[in-house]
């Protein structure tokens, strides 16, 4: 919920994320970002070294992912705008009150390549009560307009931690490689 205004970049992330740290007095931090969130994560640690203690990127998204143009970005914008992606959210939930098991198969096919047999009822709960927790609001189209130059993560001097699975299909693993 928090207003970006004209903080939608990457590099104005990380500026909010160093006021933030510096209003609570924390000293060095340890970032914990995923997925597209690692954009920001990389400018932090680019913008201020002294303050980045150390990076864990999970399944990072640093190259270009849903391109202007492209059908995920199309969609991407249709599905999670600021007067649909509630009403999407929604939906996703009343599939999984409606068809519990056909829409936790239907997830797992888009995060993983391994199948997970048998699928249990605990499966089925763990993964319903993570998109029950799940909302976007504004955050998922402005972090598909973020991006990180060559120069910013060469400027990282942190330890890093990336964790990508190969058996992730929704994110290229040319994306850790970056």
Known sequence: GTALGANGSAQATARLVHALVETLGTGPVGLIS??????AA???GAQYPE?????VLSSPI?????????LTHRLARIFYNRWTEAATWWGTRLAFRLLPRTATRMFLRSITRRRIEPLTPRHIAVVRERIFSLRSYAGLLVDLEQSVSET????????????HSLNDPSISEDHPRL
């Open 34 to 39: 995923i997925s597209l969130g690692a954009r």
């Open 42 to 44: 990389i400018a932090f």
């Open 51 to 55: 303050m980045t203690r150390a990076l």
């Open 62 to 70: 640093l190259g270009p992912y849903a391109p202007r143009g492209s």
């Open 152 to 163: 910013m993560i060469a400027a990282i001097q942190c330890p890093t931690l990336i964790q």
